[in-house]
């Protein structure tokens, strides 16, 4: 009695220690678009028809006509869109970021009890959810996603719970407790039509979980007619699952989208948009980029574990789960944003062969037995309470000393100072706005300013036209760039952008071009933002106030640097960028500086050795 009392104090001071690591500050970019549609769900009482948010969405896309994305992105989230703006209306952004902790820590403890239902000890129980733990930690952008992440794995808990349940009632001679036993077994299947039903209103992460339904009427339907493929299921209960399937597979029609996620994602899949999405990329590139932060090491490690016990187990694996188990893992190798359900996944089928593969070794070797009765000999077991005791004191004193959940939102990602301007010194005219930041500015500026682009990427060739201005293409269209005739077909009256890519480190491309284009004059300016303006008679007030030297933009580069390369501090192109803004400046001291911290990085690299040599011909 003392032990488990003991074991749940300890488990319950581990979970709202993981709860701090997932409460950390609003970060996801595409948080604001969807908490902005459901504030407009919410107050109009009903789904968007057209795009609100955007002046360059047209009702269809014009290369395109029969697509359904436009429709799809502007209607499929609904219902995790209105939850996360009631959230927010009643607890601000706090409620926010305490939701998501929570979803992220409840899906924790599933992975956990799966654990410990496979037959894993309370200690190694804890010790395998921390890798789970770490790269969910980098996952908790606040978005519908959040929901697939934790249904994904409640989908499989169920199955596996009824698969087991009607395994252990095989095993048993008694029928009277059987036929109770199979009628209880049914409550796992229950919640599974539900489920689907709000998962298809919240995400389109539904079509894994039409994936995982049909993997296991698939699966097991195989093992009962093959049953050297795995333990099969009784007659009685594979229909009943397949029914269940198929009745949860029909009730995710009940969407403003009916099926068409399928033909969306189909779409999304072939466009060379997903290309440009960095987060659909495989891990693999993310390696090969340089890229070694503790999820992509810790993912790679977990391939390897898992892999090590399915290939040790290939002959006698059950199909189910080597199927679920590839398709999860094929899922994450293609695309970094699955990796967090193969984390989760992994766990319960690697512990059930990792045990099967610790029994055949105990029968051969009897090194389990060995442990077990050195165990008893010294009374070892007698020592948990203390030891648990002792490891939930600790806790307790490391929880006191820990802010569990943090406040606000990372501003060094969004441009606040330049949305306040805007706010209180109004622009007319069309705006031009990075990509990355079109969500913030319609949660922030939206009814009075819309954006060019934003994370939905609603029509492709918007995407792609934004992408060229900012990259400044030099391609003609007549007589001027491609990137200048977009600005000008657009009519763009304003710029607001960063100045250093996150990813690559260089400078953005059409700031020098802006620099040196006397129609475009700097108006606001910060650590992380700046504003253009087209001098032109409507802009004049503004420019009266707030003009100020572009040379300072220098300065804004050279901060903005300094700043994110923090996070990849092997980037070289970082340190480059910083060199060069520092010689535009005559700086060129610090300017060597920078590009000598390059080399150290990367020797061989050209355009370093280049501007070191530009410096010594300066001398």
């Not at 929901?147 to 349940?165: D, I, P, Q």
């Not at 199927?323 to 059930?352: D, E, H, K, N």
Request: proline share 4%.
């Amino acid at each position: 009695m003392i032990l488990r009392f003991t074991k749940f104090i300890f488990i319950s001071l581990i979970l709202i220690f993981i709860f701090g690591m997932f409460a950390g500050r609003i970060w996801d970019p595409d948080f604001w678009w969807h908490l902005k549609t459901g504030e407009y769900i919410y107050t109009n009482g009903s789904l968007p028809e057209t795009d609100p948010f955007a002046y360059t969405t047209l009702p269809k896309d014009p290369l395109n006509p029969e697509s359904k994305r436009i429709k799809f992105i502007l209607t499929s989230y609904w219902l995790s869109q209105i939850i996360f703006f009631l959230i927010y209306k009643l607890a601000g952004l706090q409620g926010i970021i305490f939701f998501r902790a929570t979803i992220l820590t409840v899906l924790i403890y599933f992975v956990y009890r799966a654990i410990r239902r496979e037959g894993a000890d309370f200690y190694s129980s804890i010790i395998l959810i921390i890798p789970s733990v770490i790269i969910l930690s980098n996952f908790t952008g606040e978005r519908p996603q959040l929901f697939s992440f934790l249904f994904v794995f409640l989908l499989v808990y169920l199955f596996e719970g009824f698969r087991m349940a009607e395994m252990n009632i095989s095993r048993s001679s008694c029928k009277e407790i059987n036929s109770g036993h199979r009628n209880s077994n049914l409550l796992y299947l229950l919640p599974i039509p539900f489920i689907m039903l709000l998962w298809a209103n919240m995400h389109g992460g539904v079509f894994i979980g039409v994936i995982i339904l049909s993997i296991y009427i698939i699966c097991e339907s195989i093992k009962f007619f093959k049953c050297k493929t795995g333990n099969s299921l009784p007659s009685k209960q594979l229909r009943i699952l397949i029914v269940v399937c198929f009745l949860s597979i029909l009730i995710t029609i009940l969407n403003p989208n009916k099926w068409d996620v399928f033909s969306v994602l189909i779409e999304f899949q072939k466009s060379k948009y997903m290309e440009s999405i960095v987060e659909s990329r495989s891990p693999f590139i993310f390696l090969s980029a340089g890229f070694y932060n503790q999820e992509i090491i810790t993912y790679i490690f977990l391939i390897i574990f898992c892999m090590f016990f399915v290939i040790i187990n290939f002959k006698s694996i059950d199909i189910t789960d080597l199927v679920i188990l590839l398709f999860f893992l094929y899922m994450s190798v293609t695309s970094a944003r699955t990796i967090p359900f193969f984390a989760t996944i992994y766990a319960p089928f690697t512990v059930r062969y990792a045990i099967k593969t610790m029994r055949a070794l105990n029968n051969k070797l009897h090194y389990i037995e060995r442990l077990r009765s050195f165990s008893e000999k010294f009374k070892l077991g007698s020592l948990q309470p203390l030891l648990i005791t002792l490891l939930s004191i600790v806790m307790f004193i490391v929880l006191a000393n820990t802010r569990i959940i943090n406040k606000g939102i990372v501003w060094e990602r969004y441009p606040k100072g330049s949305a306040e301007f805007l706010k209180n010194n109004r622009i007319h005219g069309n705006m031009l706005n990075p990509y990355v930041w079109g969500g913030y500015l319609i949660w922030a500026l939206y009814p009075d300013y819309k954006v060019f682009v934003d994370g939905r990427g609603l029509i492709e060739e918007v995407f792609f036209q934004n992408s060229k201005i900012f990259s400044a293409n030099l391609q003609q269209f007549g007589d001027i760039p491609e990137w200048q005739a977009f600005m000008k077909v657009y009519n763009i009256n304003f710029i607001i952008t960063y100045s250093v890519n996150d990813f690559t480190g260089n400078l953005i491309p059409i700031i020098p071009f802006i620099m040196n284009d006397p129609e475009w004059l700097l108006v606001y300016m910060d650590n992380n933002s700046l504003i253009f303006v087209r001098e032109s008679p409507e802009n004049s007030e503004i420019i009266r106030k707030y003009e100020m030297p572009k040379k300072w933009v220098w300065n804004e580069i050279i901060t903005e640097a300094a700043y994110k390369v923090k996070n990849v501090p092997q980037k070289t192109n970082f340190y480059i960028t910083m060199g060069d803004a520092f010689f535009a400046k005559q700086d060129f001291q610090d300017a060597r500086t920078m590009y000598l911290k390059a080399r150290e990085i990367n020797p061989s690299n050209s355009i370093v050795i280049q501007r070191l040599n530009s410096l010594n011909s300066i001398r």
